[in-house]
Structure formats: structure tokens, C-alpha cells
């Protein structure tokens, strides 16, 4: 795949778009659990999204790891 100088800065603001959504959901919340006592459990909205994240990453480094063309 060939890409060009502006598409490849593009791809750079991606990544660091996804670094900073990665930042702001991997983080510990908790969840409120009511019963006859309220407990807390420990939730991380990053797990739920984690695979996509995945799967945006990796296509990001094959994209950028393509050869670039003009300038």
C-alpha cells in the first residue's frame, strides 16, 4: 500500500487521538451495587472497548508501516 505525506500526518493525529482516548478510559471506576447493602464493584471502561482499540492500532501500523509516495 502506498501512501502519501498527508495522508501519513493524518495517521499520526489518529494515533494520538487513540493514545489519548486510551488514557482517559483506563481508568477504575466503580459500579454501585445495591442490595441489602450497598457494595461497590471495580469497573475499567477500557475493558469493554479494549479489542477495538486492538484492531484500530494494528491497522494504524500497517498503514503507517506502508511506503510513502510524493512530498
Known sequence: MKISNDVA??????????NNMYDELNVTL?????AAKITYKKV???DGVSSN???I????KEIESSEIIGD
Not at 500526518?9 to 494515533?15: A, G, I, Q, S, Y
Request: avoid cysteine.
Open 53 to 55: 482499540f486492538s484492531y
Open 30 to 34: 466503580f459500579e454501585k451495587k445495591v
Open 9 to 18: 500526518d493524518e495517521l499520526k493525529k489518529v494515533r494520538n487521538a487513540l
Open 57 to 60: 492500532a494494528d491497522k494504524l
Open 44 to 46: 475499567n471502561p477500557y
